[in-house]
């Protein structure tokens, strides 16, 4: 499939350069797969759609202050952004501007007693970093700067306003952002219905946010990432799955977890099963969902991994009519923006 099918023109006003300052008070666009009819709603209104027995899958990642700079010894500044620790002070990263980078070269890090040296580059663009000291945790909260997209241009006065408030496990360099909707009292309003709401981890990577450049979808190569479904999230899930209760995955990256955990020698029970490792799951169009039954995210970057997902649950057609309905409604799109509930 073209990957040109998953672009569409979007103003730059509609751009979110915010958080509202209450994080439920959101635009809710409600769309039902069944019938393709679309409503308008307010994000707290989203308890409407649960039944006691469903299952809400959030993802705890957490956003690590990952982009830091560091000097050469001429003088030039070099942006690093932490991906991954392939192993202790050895990390995969992003490096800018990549022509200055030397291989083997020691930088420094200004009033520290940190240094970096880049010791390879991969055909994919991401450099190896080695670190020393190797732990780098003290580095990160003098240095480290939390990785905002450059699509936003606003200065986030309140970093933590790019956390989601269940952010538990530190490791993503993005956040998981439709989680950014739901605040304390939803939650236990959403609990207080019935629901049995559980936690999965996917560390966001370049893998999430790297577009898509290829001509067709097949020919994208997905980064991997971390995951891990634990055996408690796995119980809570299948169990509500041999009910036939729904399971509603909030975001993406949960969704991906899911799908990613799906018992593939499981021809006629649909369960997850619970592990720690990573994924590259890329869910494009013909992809059978096996446990995701509905759908929180938010409205995507054209040629985007989430929006192909989302376009896959969707269908491509309702898929077209929800973004022009966003568009033409101004709808906030990305992190900060407005969310959709696809049922």
Request: one cysteine or more.
């Amino acid at each position: 499939m073209l990957t040109k099918e998953f672009d569409f023109d979007l103003p730059r006003a509609l751009i979110a350069q915010e958080p509202l300052p209450e994080r439920d008070g959101s635009r809710l666009l409600v769309v039902k797969r069944e019938d393709g009819s679309l409503s308008e709603k307010v994000f707290r209104d989203v308890t409407e759609y649960f039944s006691s027995g469903d299952v809400l899958v959030l993802n705890n990642s957490r956003v690590i202050p990952a982009r830091m700079f560091c000097s050469r010894r001429t003088g030039a500044k070099i942006e690093i952004l932490l991906l991954e620790e392939m192993t202790e002070g050895k990390w995969e990263v992003l490096v800018k501007p990549a022509k200055r980078v030397r291989i083997g070269e020691e930088m420094f890090f200004p009033e520290t007693d940190f240094t970096v040296r880049i010791t390879e580059r991969s055909s994919s663009g991401k450099w190896t970093a080695e670190f020393s000291p190797k732990r780098i945790d003290a580095l990160m909260s003098k240095k480290g700067f939390m990785p905002i997209p450059p699509y936003i241009k606003k200065k986030l006065n309140f970093p933590e306003k790019y956390q989601t408030i269940f952010a538990e496990k530190n490791g993503s360099v993005a956040c998981p952002t439709s989680g950014l909707h739901f605040t304390g009292s939803l939650i236990e309003k959403i609990k207080g219905i019935g629901v049995k709401v559980v936690f999965v981890t996917l560390h966001i990577g370049i893998g999430t946010f790297r577009p898509i450049k290829a001509e067709f979808l097949e020919e994208h190569y997905m980064d991997s990432e971390y995951l891990d479904l634990p055996e408690d999230t796995a119980s809570v899930i299948n169990s509500a799955k041999d009910r036939g209760a729904k399971i509603f995955a909030c975001g993406t990256s949960a969704v991906r977890t899911l799908e990613s955990q799906a018992d593939s020698l499981s021809m006629k029970v649909k369960k997850v099963l619970p592990g720690i490792r990573k994924t590259d799951l890329f869910i494009r169009p013909g992809y059978k969902f096996k446990i995701v039954d509905c759908l929180i995210t938010n409205f995507h970057l054209p040629r985007s991994t989430n929006l192909v997902l989302a376009g896959t649950f969707l269908g491509k057609e309702l898929l077209k009519k929800v973004y022009k309905k966003a568009v033409e409604d101004k709808f906030r799109f990305y992190s900060f923006g407005d969310a959709m509930l696809a049922l």
